[in-house]
Every structure is written in C-alpha cells, then in structure tokens.
C-alpha cells in the first residue's frame, strides 16, 4: 500500500476550518470544551506568530494533524520550547504524522538554539506515549496543577 507524503508547514489561512476541526478533537480527547472565541483568539495568536507557533502537517494535501508550541525562558538552561498541543487525525494515526510533526518541531528550536523541546502527556494516553518514548526521553516528572 503506497503511503502519502507528509508536509509540514506553518498555518495558512485557507486551514482554518480544518485546524478548527483538529483542535477541537483535541479538547475532546482530553474531556473539555472551548468557547468559539478561544478558538479565535487562539487562531490569530498562530498567525501573528509572536508569544505561540503552530504547524500543520498535511497528508494527501489534506490537513491531517497540528502542534501548538511556545518558547520560555528556563532558570537551568537557555531558552526550552514547550510542545502544548499536538493532535493528528484518527483517521491517520500510525502513518508518521505525529512523528512529523514532533521532528519539525525540534528542527525549529534547534534552528534557534533552544536548549530542549518538552510536553506532557496523560499516563493513560498509551497510544500517543508508545510514539513519544521513540523520540523523546521519559524523565519520570509528574505534573502538579493549580487551575485558576
């Protein structure tokens, strides 16, 4: 079976409708809602590029997965890029996707110098953390939240 080419790129206008889709399939995964204007507002924080980044990877043409990702400083190293949000299509899982975009992720804090690309997950999102222990280090923290 021939498999398609993935292309990783940052959000063009025309993605909206299909990033829109991606993230709230993201919220729901996780158990949670998001009001339009989040949507929004999260929409042209992509575009003006400045305080968060996103990229999109496109399988068949066809926006297939994103990532959501952010700089901040550390008090241990330089600069670090948090991986907040990354999420493929279900349809597509096992294709590469999720890789893709992980790997363009490093490639874009490497290029500036940033000392580590980090996220988190949920201990029980066993399908995402069978990916995520093939590219990255488990150091074994546990996240402790306080929800304003």
């Given at each position: 079976?021939?498999?398609?080419?993935?292309?990783?790129?940052?959000?063009?206008?025309?993605?909206?409708?299909?990033?829109?889709?991606?993230?709230?399939?993201?919220?729901?995964?996780?158990?949670?809602?998001?009001?339009?204007?989040?949507?929004?507002?999260?929409?042209q924080a992509f575009q003006d590029g400045?305080?968060?980044?996103?990229?999109?990877?496109?399988?068949?043409?066809?926006?297939?997965?994103?990532?959501?990702?952010?700089?901040?400083?550390?008090?241990?190293?330089?600069?670090?890029?948090?991986?907040?949000?990354?999420?493929?299509?279900?349809?597509v899982r096992g294709r590469g996707v999720?890789?893709?975009?992980?790997?363009?992720?490093?490639?874009?804090?490497?290029?500036?110098?940033?000392?580590?690309?980090?996220?988190?997950?949920?201990?029980?999102?066993?399908?995402?953390?069978?990916?995520?222990?093939?590219?990255?280090?488990?150091?074994?923290?546990?996240?402790?939240?306080?929800?304003?």
């Open positions: 079976m021939l498999r398609g080419m993935i292309e990783i790129t940052g959000l063009r206008a025309d993605d909206r409708a299909a990033w829109a889709e991606l993230f709230a399939g993201y919220h729901e995964f996780y158990g949670r809602t998001w009001p339009a204007a989040r949507f929004d507002e999260a929409w400045a305080r968060v980044h996103a990229l999109g990877a496109r399988l068949d043409g066809r926006l297939a997965g994103i990532a959501h990702f952010l700089v901040h400083a550390s008090t241990t190293s330089a600069d670090v890029c948090y991986l907040q949000d990354l999420f493929t299509d279900p349809a999720g890789r893709a975009l992980i790997g363009a992720v490093e490639s874009w804090a490497r290029d500036r110098g940033l000392d580590r690309v980090y996220w988190h997950t949920k201990a029980d999102n066993t399908t995402a953390r069978r990916l995520y222990d093939q590219v990255a280090e488990h150091r074994g923290f546990i996240s402790y939240v306080i929800p304003l």
